[in-house]
């Protein structure tokens, strides 16, 4: 019983590690491609694309941050 709880824990962690990573990779891409959309649609070269990409970045930190917050935050509903 102990070894089938410790390969669920196991698992849960791999799910939580793939969630946080394709989160920062989607919001990229997201980031990405709009700066992308708006740079052809006004002629600039890549000052949108690299911006879209920052946001991004920082966007799916966030989220990560938010995501881990929930699922391991303070458990006191006290407060």
């Keep these: 019983m102990n070894k089938n709880n410790n390969w669920q824990k196991i698992a849960q962690a791999f799910g939580m590690l793939t969630l946080l990573g ?39 930190f966030y989220s990560d941050y938010r995501l881990i917050n929930d699922v391991f935050g303070d458990k006191d509903e006290n407060k």
Excluded: E, Q, Y
Aim: net charge neutral; aromatic share 10%; glycine share 16%.
């Design 22 to 60: 394709i989160t920062v990779i989607v919001n990229m891409a997201v980031g990405f491609w709009l700066g992308s959309l708006i740079d052809r649609l006004i002629g600039s070269d890549l000052i949108f694309k690299i911006t879209g990409l920052i946001i991004g970045v920082f966007s799916g």
